[in-house]
C-alpha cells in the first residue's frame, strides 16, 4: 500500500505523466499505426510493410538523405570549432563585464526566429548585383555568385546562416565545459612547463570529451531536423535544382501535399531509425575505455 505522501507525490506528477501520455507517446504509436496505411488523414487502408518499401526504392528520398548528410556535416564541420574558438576566447577575458557583453552579443542571433533569418539572408545573399554580399564581392573585383540560386552555392550558403543564427548557443554550452574544467590542472600543467598547446591537447580536449559528444549528438539530430530555412529559401522542392531537399521536406511533400499521411508518417519513422544509428554510432566513437 502507497503511503499518504506517496500518493500525494504521484498526484503531482499525474498531470506530467498525462501530458507525456496525450502529448508525447500516443502521438508516437498513432504515427507508427498509420504508417502501415495508405492514409489520407480521415480513413486508411492497410498497407502493411508496403509505405516503408515504396520510401527505401524512391530516389527522392535517398537523395532528401544525401543532402541532409552533406550539409550536417558541413553545418558540424563549421559551426562546432568556430563556437568553441569564440568561447575559447570569451573564457579567457578576465574582465566579467566584458565576457558578459560578448555572451550577449553572440547569442543574440539565437533569439530571432527561423524563418526571419532565413529572410534576411536571402536579402543579404540576392543572387544579383544588388545583393550585399555580391556588392562587397564586386568592391574586390570578384564576379557575383548566385548564393541562393546555383545549386553549387546554396548549401553552403544555408549552412553560413545556420552558423550564424546558431553560434551563440554552441558558445554557452562549450562555456559551461571549459568553465567545469579546475584551474589546478593547468597551474599544475604550468607548474611542470607544460605549453599552452600541450594544456590544450592533455587537459581542455578530454575535459571536454562530454561536451562534444553532446555537441555532435545534437548537432546530426538538428541536422536531420532541418526544415524552415531550406522551406524558405527553397520551397517544398528544395530549389535551386532540388539541392535543398532535405528529409523533411520529404515528409512535408507526402504529408501536405499529396496527403498521403502514411508515407509521410513511415518517412518519419526511417528518419527516426537514421538518427538512432547515427548516435549509437556517437556512443561508440566517444565511449570511455578507460
Do not use: C
Not at 70 to 85: A, E, K, R, T
Not at 86 to 112: D, Q
Not at 231 to 249: A, H, K, Q, R
Not at 274 to 289: D, G, R, S, Y
Amino acid at each position: 500500500m502507497l503511503s499518504n505522501k506517496q500518493v500525494i507525490g504521484y498526484l503531482f506528477l499525474l498531470p506530467l505523466i498525462i501530458g507525456v501520455l496525450v502529448f508525447s507517446l500516443y502521438p508516437i504509436g498513432e504515427a507508427f499505426r498509420i504508417s502501415l496505411y495508405h492514409h489520407n488523414g480521415v480513413r486508411g487502408v492497410w498497407a502493411g510493410l508496403g509505405n516503408y518499401a515504396f520510401i527505401l526504392s524512391d530516389s527522392s528520398f535517398w537523395k532528401a538523405l544525401r543532402n541532409t548528410i552533406i550539409m550536417g556535416v558541413m553545418g558540424l564541420g563549421i559551426g562546432l570549432p568556430l563556437s568553441f574558438i569564440v568561447a575559447s576566447l570569451i573564457n579567457s577575458i578576465v574582465r566579467p563585464g566584458m565576457s558578459v557583453l560578448f555572451k550577449a552579443i553572440y547569442f543574440l542571433p539565437n533569439v530571432t526566429s527561423t524563418i526571419a533569418a532565413s529572410i534576411v539572408f536571402l536579402l543579404l545573399f540576392y543572387p544579383t548585383e544588388k545583393g550585399v554580399a555580391n556588392t562587397v564581392l564586386n568592391l574586390f573585383g570578384l564576379k557575383p555568385l548566385g548564393w541562393m540560386s546555383d545549386p553549387s552555392y546554396a548549401k553552403i550558403s544555408v549552412i553560413l546562416m545556420d552558423t550564424w543564427h546558431g553560434v551563440g548557443y554552441s558558445v554557452l554550452i562549450w562555456l559551461a565545459g571549459l568553465q567545469s574544467i579546475s584551474r589546478d590542472l593547468y597551474e599544475a600543467a604550468e607548474v611542470d612547463g607544460a605549453r599552452k598547446l600541450q594544456q590544450w591537447l592533455y587537459i581542455t580536449i578530454p575535459g571536454m570529451k562530454p561536451v562534444i559528444f553532446f555537441m555532435v549528438v545534437m548537432g546530426t539530430i538538428n541536422a536531420f531536423k532541418r526544415f524552415g530555412e531550406v522551406y524558405v529559401i527553397g520551397g517544398p522542392d528544395g530549389n535551386p535544382g532540388g539541392s535543398l531537399f532535405t528529409l523533411m521536406l520529404y515528409v512535408y511533400r507526402y504529408g501536405f501535399y499529396t496527403y498521403d499521411f502514411g508515407k509521410a508518417a513511415a518517412a518519419s519513422y526511417v528518419i527516426f531509425i537514421i538518427i538512432l544509428l547515427f548516435t549509437l554510432l556517437n556512443f561508440k566513437a566517444f565511449k570511455n575505455k578507460d
